[in-house]
């Protein structure tokens, strides 16, 4: 099992930029495909980026594309989404997500493509 702990949002106005921070607990970090998904008021969870678990494979969301960029540390435990170029409609609950893979290669899909997920974090987008 995995425990994810979410960090890093907050206000920005539009055009900014934000880091999130997905921390894991657990010596077996490396064995997971992560992901990230956000999702808004009255909207269902959506998928923004996966990782694959060396890192060596993303895959992003059409609207993200060119603006968020996931990576990982796989000796910190931790999964990163970086957010430039920030939009009001990016406004979400972002939430990080995994699910223990034995290939290395992205899960992409809905949330229930996903086991294990963090508390979230609120990212609000002032324009």
């Known amino acids: 099992q995995v425990q994810l702990v979410e960090s890093g949002g907050g206000l920005v106005q539009a055009g900014g930029s934000l880091r999130l921070s997905c921390a894991a607990s657990?010596?077996?970090?490396?064995?997971?495909?992560m992901g990230w998904f956000r999702q808004a008021p009255e909207k269902e969870r959506g998928f923004v980026a996966a990782?694959?678990?060396?890192?060596?494979?993303?895959y992003y969301a059409d609207s993200v594309k060119g603006r968020f960029t996931i990576s990982r540390d796989n000796a910190k435990n931790t999964v990163y989404l970086q957010m430039n170029s920030l939009k009001s409609e990016d406004t979400a609950v972002y939430y990080c997500?995994?699910?223990?893979?034995?290939?290395?290669?992205?899960?992409?899909?809905?949330?229930?493509?996903?086991?294990?997920w963090g508390q979230g974090t609120q990212v609000t987008v002032s324009s």
């Open positions: 990782i694959s678990r060396s890192g060596g494979n993303t």
């Open positions: 997500a995994g699910r223990s893979s034995l290939v290395d290669g992205v899960i992409v899909g809905g949330p229930g493509e996903f086991d294990y």
């Open positions: 657990g010596r077996t970090f490396s064995r997971y495909a």
